[in-house]
């Protein structure tokens, strides 16, 4: 009986060392485990097998790491880094070749660009764990080839061709239908879509006002108030969802919120619809989009869709200057871009609308709210209200920066009237620790100079 407990134990030995070279062995992804997919370039592919053996382990949910990650004592250690590594850059969509959005791509080139990684307590255990240069130009080239195949516009000078920041293009890239325009124009500014007739689309997203109301809270029908600040229609069409924890998948999907709400419009599209068809002159122009004279909610929230389309803002200053045009910022405004760029800004604040694309949370919620002086509400929790997964927790969609001069004030609570008092606070709240250098208070107003010199035309006019 003994003996069978021992050779038990023995086997159970065995099998644990076995297990452990096992995962020893593979420790790391090779290349080869991404070789098979077969729509890679060659830099994708380097790229890929680089980021797979030397960061995937610390950020992903399925990292593949070392066995002694999984042992008592160094699982508390590396699983915090799993953990905060995965929450503020998840690679994991690059190595299942889901592709990668415009942020992590600048969060990546960010980290290489300021060579924080991996980190320092890492690196004294795992001595080859840095990437040599050759690895990082290898990076950087992927990183470069997405971003001119993906999400350039085209429309920067060579200086700026690689900057996660792009000129805005001139119109909606897909082309409009200009009727389809007119009509969505016209119920943008209907007061029709609200149960009293006394609220439209432009209420709170006053094209003259930056596509804001530029209040804290809106007020909705009976003077209601609402909960959180509304966000520019300006260049909206760009946000990869819509609303700031992204619950509508797009402009048309929005769009079809507001005439429900209790208390932002408070009908029902049988109401809408009721007064809308008795306008004979405005369902003269739905036949001609449509094909009917029957009113649906999906052609009404098509058609606004389609108008805020033509809600683009190109040729700021600072669009100019990303052009190519050396007059276009004064000396201090072109610092303030490239302080912009250097304090990691950008890593969020990316691309052709400067914001948009990610849904990110504070380093610290807690300390950020604290600071704020905000008990955290359903406002506060974010995307996770969408996606009902707790890592969403405190998400919030990165607001534009485009014609951010007219678009206070600021913060999903709108409590901020002061940009000059918002970068502070994102450097403190917002910038990853590793990335953070103290702002000076010449550096801000260098920033805001900047951000002031970032609205565009709507229509040919200067907002
Ligand atoms: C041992 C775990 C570990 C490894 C390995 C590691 N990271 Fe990280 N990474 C972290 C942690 C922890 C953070 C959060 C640091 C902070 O709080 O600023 C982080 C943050 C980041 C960020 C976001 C901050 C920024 O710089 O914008 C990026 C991007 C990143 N890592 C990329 C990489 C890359 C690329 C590699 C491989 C060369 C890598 N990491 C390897 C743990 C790791
Ligand atoms: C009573 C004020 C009010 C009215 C009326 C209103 N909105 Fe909004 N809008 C808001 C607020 C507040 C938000 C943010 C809500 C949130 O994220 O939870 C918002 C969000 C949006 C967004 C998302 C922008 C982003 O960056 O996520 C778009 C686009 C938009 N509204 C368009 C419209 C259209 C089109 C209409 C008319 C059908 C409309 N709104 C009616 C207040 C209003
Ligand atoms: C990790 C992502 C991230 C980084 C890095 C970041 N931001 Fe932000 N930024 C956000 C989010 C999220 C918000 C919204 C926060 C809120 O409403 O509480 C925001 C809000 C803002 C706003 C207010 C916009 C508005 O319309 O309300 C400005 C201005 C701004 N950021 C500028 C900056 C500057 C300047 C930097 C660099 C010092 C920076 N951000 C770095 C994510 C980021």
Redesign the pocket.
């Known amino acids: 009986m003994k003996k069978k407990i021992l050779i038990l134990i023995a086997l159970l030995i065995c099998g644990f060392v076995a297990f452990g070279l096992i995962n020893l062995v593979v420790e790391v992804p090779t290349s080869d485990s991404y070789a098979s997919l077969t729509t890679d370039t060659p830099a994708m592919k380097q790229a890929k097998a680089i980021i797979g053996a030397k960061c995937q382990m610390c950020h992903s949910k399925d990292p593949g790491r070392p066995f002694y990650a999984k042992l008592p004592g160094a699982s508390a250690a590396i699983g915090k880094h799993v953990e905060e590594g995965t929450q503020i850059a998840d690679l994991q969509q690059l190595l299942e070749n889901k592709g990668a959005d415009e942020v992590l791509l600048a969060k990546l080139e960010q980290s290489i660009k300021l060579d924080t990684m991996p980190i320092i307590p890492f690196i004294a255990l795992h001595w080859n764990s840095k990437p040599t240069n050759s690895e990082k130009q290898a990076i950087l080239t992927w990183i470069h080839e997405v971003r001119a195949q993906k999400y350039s516009t085209g429309l920067a000078s060579a200086e700026f061709a690689n900057h996660p920041v792009q000129p805005l293009p001139d119109a909606w890239p897909g082309g409009v239908d200009e009727q389809k325009v007119k009509l969505g124009n016209l119920l943008y500014h209907d007061v029709r879509l609200s149960k009293d007739d006394t609220i439209s689309c432009a209420s709170c997203h006053d094209l003259k006002k930056g596509g804001t109301d530029q209040a804290q809270f809106s007020t909705g029908v009976r003077d209601q108030l609402g909960g959180i ?1 509304a ?1 520019t229609s300006l260049n909206a069409m760009f946000n990869v969802l819509q609303f700031w924890d992204g619950r509508a998948k797009d402009l048309a999907d929005q769009a079809g919120g507001p005439p429900l709400n209790p208390i932002e419009m408070d009908t029902t599209w049988e109401q809408v619809i009721g007064k809308l068809s008795t306008d004979t002159e405005l369902t003269a122009l739905y036949e001609k989009v449509f094909s009917t004279n029957q009113w649906n909610d999906k052609n009404i929230t098509d058609a606004i869709a389609e108008f805020e389309r033509t809600l683009i803002t190109p040729n700021s200053a600072l669009d100019k200057h990303l052009k190519g045009d050396k007059d276009a910022l004064t000396e201090a405004e072109q610092m303030g871009f490239a302080l ?1 760029t250097e ?3 950008a ?3 990316a691309g052709k609308a400067m914001g948009g694309q990610s849904f ?1 949370k504070p380093i610290d919620p807690k300390a950020y709210y604290a600071f704020r002086g905000i008990k955290p509400g359903e406002a506060e929790f974010g995307r996770v209200n969408a996606t009902k997964n707790e890592a969403d927790r405190y998400k ?1 969609k ?4 485009r014609n ?1 001069a007219v ?1 206070g004030p ?4 709108g409590n901020i009237t002061d ?1 000059k008092e ?2 502070p606070i ?2 403190d709240h ?2 990853p620790k590793l990335n953070r250098k103290p ?1 000076s208070k010449e550096d801000i107003d260098k ?1 805001v100079a900047m ?1 002031m010199k970032n609205s565009g035309l709507l229509n040919g006019e200067q907002i």
Do not use: A, G
């Open positions: 600040n966000p912009f304090h990691s800004c890593t969020c604040h990110e919030l990165v607001p534009l920066l951010i678009t600021y913060l999903h609570d940009l918002i970068v994102m450097n917002f910038v702002l920033i951000l």
